[in-house]
């Protein structure tokens, strides 16, 4: 009983994990700064890199992101 108990007590906990995995990656995914309105497909890419260079121009890893479709 008690083993049943445990295992059924690591899946939960496996579960909740993975769940706090995905919350995670979801949260980092969607923390991205800028204006929006400059990641329209529509937008011509020469737009798109002259904004990223203007206002991400001191930190390399903001410039590359603004510059990532995704």
């Known amino acids: 009983m008690k083993k049943m108990a445990d295992k059924k007590k690591r899946a939960a906990g496996g579960d909740m994990q993975n769940l706090r ?3 995670a ?3 980092m995914a969607n923390v991205k700064f800028g204006d929006a309105s400059k990641c329209d497909p529509s937008t011509p890419k020469a737009t ?3 904004y990223c260079n203007e206002n991400f121009d001191t930190d390399p890893d903001l ?3 603004c510059k990532d479709p995704e």
Request: cysteine-free; aromatic content about 0%.
């Open 25 to 27: 990656k979801e949260a």
């Open 63 to 65: 410039n590359a992101d």
């Open 48 to 50: 798109k890199t002259k």
């Open 21 to 23: 995995l995905k919350m």
